[in-house]
């Protein structure tokens, strides 16, 4: 079985930065997908960013377009994600996810649904 340990969550002012870590560790099956998804209270969770083992291709929420990076690294099955620019509205637990994904041209879409294993969640805070 798959598992999936986040870390570098915490309390951060607007406008500041933060890096997010996940590592897997188990049986990962050769799912190329791994991604971001958050969820604040009282809303539906949302997709962050995503990137394909293989490829490498990302895919990103309009929202966090141009100020949040999503990087692998294959050697320790670590994904990051390097937030920038951070927003009171992006107070929430963010969680790593890995599966096949639903790809297209390479490129796993923001979809949680074929996300199979999913870690416990680390907490980021944007406030001042």
């Known amino acids: 079985e798959v598992q999936l340990v986040e870390s570098g969550g915490g309390l951060v002012q607007p406008g500041g930065s933060l890096r997010l870590s996940c590592a897997a560790s188990g049986n990962t099956y050769n799912w190329p997908c791994m991604g971001w998804f958050r969820q604040a209270p009282g809303k539906e969770r949302e997709g962050v960013a995503t990137i394909h083992s293989g490829t490498g291709s990302t895919s990103y929420a309009d929202s966090v377009k141009g100020r949040f990076t999503i990087s692998q690294d294959n050697a320790k099955k670590t994904v990051y994600l390097i937030m920038n620019s951070l927003k009171p509205e992006e107070t929430a637990m963010y969680y790593c996810?890995?599966?096949?994904?639903?790809?297209?041209?390479?490129?796993?879409?923001?979809?949680?649904?074929?996300?199979?294993?999913w870690g416990h969640g680390t907490q980021v805070t944007v406030s001042s």
């Open positions: 996810a890995i599966g096949p994904g639903f790809v297209a041209s390479g490129v796993c879409r923001l979809d949680g649904r074929f996300f199979i294993n």
